[in-house]
């Protein structure tokens, strides 16, 4: 599998932004997938993650009521809609599938990864 993020920019507090990640296989709609953030000169964070169906989703505390993880299987893609963004958010943003088939929040469940997409949220 492999996973290709977009969607990423430079926006201003409150703005919004949808990130997406596409795949490859045809797999894709047998795995988790959760989104993870970075910021510099910290570790690689959970955001989001959800399940095989799209039936089950669960966030970070941080982004709860703000972002809103989906997918569409039929087009082999995933989705991260983020509403009133903060600079706090600034972050290199990943897309991640697992073999688990839920969305987990551990990093280290995800075996296929993405190459990152920049949002950058200014004050």
């Known amino acids: 599998v492999q996973l290709q993020a977009s969607g990423g920019g430079q926006v201003e507090a409150g703005d919004s932004l949808r990130l997406s990640c596409t795949a490859s296989?045809?797999?894709?709609?047998?795995?988790?997938m959760g989104w993870f953030r970075q910021a510099p000169g910290k570790e690689r964070d959970f955001v989001a993650g959800?399940?095989?169906?799209?039936?089950?989703?669960n966030y970070a505390d941080s982004v709860k009521g703000r972002f809103t993880i989906s997918r569409d299987n039929a087009k082999n893609t995933m989705y991260l809609q983020m509403n009133s963004l903060k600079p706090e958010d600034t972050a290199v943003y990943y897309c991640a599938a697992n073999l688990r088939g839920f969305g987990t929040r551990s990093a280290s469940d995800y075996r296929y990864w993405g190459q990152g997409t920049q949002v950058t949220v200014s004050s």
């Open positions: 296989a045809r797999t894709f709609s047998n795995n988790g």
């Open positions: 959800i399940s095989w169906r799209g039936d089950s989703t």
